[in-house]
């Protein structure tokens, strides 16, 4: 699930930046004030959007401007921490309370370039917070490949360091299971369940057996078809052919499932079902060569650049519709 940081901000204290390539970021905060919460692209710079959470409302900030608000009540607490989320993805920026999953707050705005996080106190008083990502600052070098990435028994509880890939009312972790003799692929881990979905063969599959990914520095490429990033994580196999991880947006939510490359698709798990999508994201460890056996279209992407790039651009602008029926 990550290490659990825990610091307080003051009004006027120096900000310090997050690195975040999830999309997502979940934290626990509490204050007799307003805490605000800050998505910039670079460390340091300034924010593009400002999340405020006060006691009886929320709003976002757009360049000093509010763009949104929401009103309700105890939002926040002085005595005890509440835990929020907040996730960007598809130029959709939305946040909300752990206990629910619903947004309080959903707006379609430009924030597909947000990599940082930064924690303030907006006036008055100190703000308390926890944080549940790995504190990764500007200066702390990468993990190579070799060992950055590991995959780890799962259990109730999630290991240290749990890649978060989406989001479906809370947090969603990468995992994946055996499922019959032949095959291992990717799900999805929903800690309020405490269990372990893939897909296959048309429905959801609960697995008690199942591999949590642990580690940092990946990002989600977007894809279609049978186009494949150079650097894709192996995840799995069925049969002879390698498995990726992938994700689609789907109803609002941010699905994990696996890209099998001859089917041309990203399969997933939903409503104990099992869906595909064409379009999809899938995960990258930008440290791996063009040589690197995770790359199985090597002649495709370096021979072919321009039909490549052009899917590629279609890719990015197609994903962020979500046209699939329920």
Not at 36 to 50: I, M, Q, R, T
Not at 80 to 89: E, L, R, V, Y
Not at 185 to 203: Q, R
Request: glycine content about 10%; aromatic content about 10%.
């Amino acid at each position: 699930m990550g290490d659990l940081t825990e610091f307080s901000t003051w009004p006027g204290h120096p900000n310090i930046f997050y690195k975040v390539t999830s999309g997502a970021v979940a934290f626990s905060v509490k204050g007799e004030t307003h805490a605000a919460v800050g998505l910039a692209k670079k460390s340091g710079a300034d924010c593009e959007h400002v999340i405020v959470i006060g006691h009886n409302e929320c709003w976002v900030n757009r360049s000093g401007k509010c763009i949104e608000r929401h009103r309700g009540s105890n939002m926040l607490s002085s005595q005890a921490f509440t835990k929020f989320w907040i996730s960007w993805h598809n130029s959709v920026l939305q946040f909300g309370r752990t206990n629910d999953g619903i947004p309080l707050i959903r707006k379609e705005i430009p924030v597909s370039d947000i990599k940082y996080v930064t924690f303030s106190a907006y006036n008055g008083e100190a703000m308390h917070w926890k944080l549940y990502l790995p504190p990764k600052l500007e200066k702390l070098q990468p993990k190579k490949v070799q060992g950055g990435l590991e995959w780890v028994k799962g259990g109730d509880s999630l290991p240290n360091g749990a890649l978060i890939g989406g989001y479906e009312k809370e947090m969603l972790y990468v995992i994946r299971a055996k499922h019959h003799a032949i095959t291992l692929a990717p799900g999805k881990f929903v800690p309020s369940l405490g269990l372990a979905i893939m897909s296959w063969g048309g429905e959801a599959h609960i697995k008690s057996d199942f591999e949590v990914l642990c580690g940092y520095n990946c990002i989600w490429v977007p894809t279609i078809g049978d186009i494949l990033p150079v650097g894709a994580v192996v995840a799995g196999y069925a049969g002879q052919e390698p498995l990726y991880v992938g994700r689609v947006v789907k109803s609002g939510h941010l699905l994990l499932g696996k890209v099998l490359m001859s089917h041309k698709v990203c399969y997933f798990p939903y409503k104990d079902r099992e869906f595909s999508k064409q379009e999809y994201e899938i995960l990258v460890n930008p440290e791996i060569s063009m040589d690197s056996p995770n790359c199985c279209d090597k002649e495709r992407l370096s021979g072919e650049s321009e039909p490549y790039l052009a899917y590629y651009e279609h890719a990015r602008s197609s994903i962020s519709s979500d046209t699939e029926s329920e």
